[in-house]
């Protein structure tokens, strides 16, 4: 079954600090699409980061990056040199071949400390 | 890239009510997805939207409760209706990009019914 889990429901981090959110996902199909979502306390939904399965190189969008592990299976999220305004919730999220339904992982709650 | 307004922003109901949450695209997509998110909770689609067809709804998600509109490639309503305080949550639409990349996201509508 297609799934995206996320094991961390939160984590505090040093200001200026980097961090790793953690996200693996299981599918059988061979193409599918990563994501990463940064839900601020506002309630919208701000896209960071897009990992396709046949992309060789790792995505990295300023100080976002994806470390894609493909024989893993996992697509973490890296923010280097964090911010206090990058506390918020953060979602992992997935689309297989052409399907545009994104797969959710339930979020990890990240809080940067001044 | 595709910009959404989403209006309401946010809306305190009466229980037994109804409220219709707007969605607008600055250009002309072909699929546009409907999401609640309870509190503390990831996020779980409710309809698929197309224009010139019925909505797709998702397990769960009927269309008498959450009647949709979708009149042009640009526009889509959702309707919450019959308002009880279970329906508190916030609801997001989105659109696909033509790539399939991102999925851009409104800037949610908190929902609370007392």
């Known amino acids: 079954a297609q799934k995206i889990t996320q094991t961390q429901p939160g984590m505090f981090v040093q200001e200026k600090e980097a961090v790793t959110l953690d996200c693996t996902y299981d599918?059988?199909?061979?193409?599918?699409?990563l994501f990463w979502y940064k839900q601020p306390s506002s309630g919208e939904m701000i896209f960071l980061i897009y990992q396709g399965s046949y992309d060789q190189q790792n995505a990295t969008e300023g100080r976002y990056s994806l470390n894609f592990q493909k024989a893993r299976k996992s697509a973490n999220l890296v923010i280097s040199a964090s911010q206090l305004g990058d506390s918020a919730m953060y979602f992992c999220a997935m689309t297989l071949g052409s399907n545009y339904q994104l797969i959710w992982g339930a979020g990890t709650k990240l809080i940067i400390k001044p | 890239s595709a910009v959404i307004s989403q209006k309401p922003s946010r809306d305190i109901c009466q229980r037994g009510t109804s409220l219709t949450i707007q969605c607008q695209v600055d250009?002309?997509?072909?699929?546009m997805f409907w999401y609640r998110q309870q509190p503390g909770q990831s996020l779980t689609l409710i309809a698929t939207?197309?224009?010139?067809?019925?909505?797709?709804?998702e397990s769960g998600f009927v269309i008498d409760k959450f009647p949709i509109s979708r009149p042009n490639l640009t526009f889509s309503t959702l309707t919450v209706s019959n308002m009880s305080p279970e329906d508190s949550s916030i609801y997001l639409c989105s659109v696909d990009t033509s790539a399939n990349t991102e999925a851009f996201f409104g800037q949610g509508t908190r929902l609370t019914v007392v």
């Open positions: 939207a197309n224009q010139g067809s019925e909505a797709t709804y």
């Open positions: 250009s002309q997509v072909t699929m």
């Open positions: 599918t059988s199909d061979p193409s599918y699409g």
